[in-house]
């Protein structure tokens, strides 16, 4: 791909969401499991330059149009 999207989210935001969901627990939705997903997924952004991590706390739209920005400039 031109480019791969990483929504960084501290995990003890995405617990929080997964709990507020109230649709059960999936196998990578432990508190350790995310951690060590997000450490994974912030050292793959640094690895490689097409890979981008954005802010997932921000609003749909501010995603959004952080997303485009990017694509814009590819």
């Excluded at 969401?17 to 997924?41: D, M, N, T």
């Amino acid at each position: 791909p031109d480019a791969v999207f990483i929504l960084s989210t501290p995990p003890a935001v995405c617990y929080d969401r997964i709990i507020g969901r109230h649709s059960g627990f999936q196998v990578f939705e432990e508190r350790e499991k995310l951690e060590k997903a997000a450490k994974a997924y912030t050292k793959l952004a640094r690895m490689f330059d097409d890979v981008y991590l954005l802010n997932g706390e921000q609003s749909t739209e501010s995603v959004f149009y952080a997303i485009l920005l990017k694509v814009l400039k590819l």
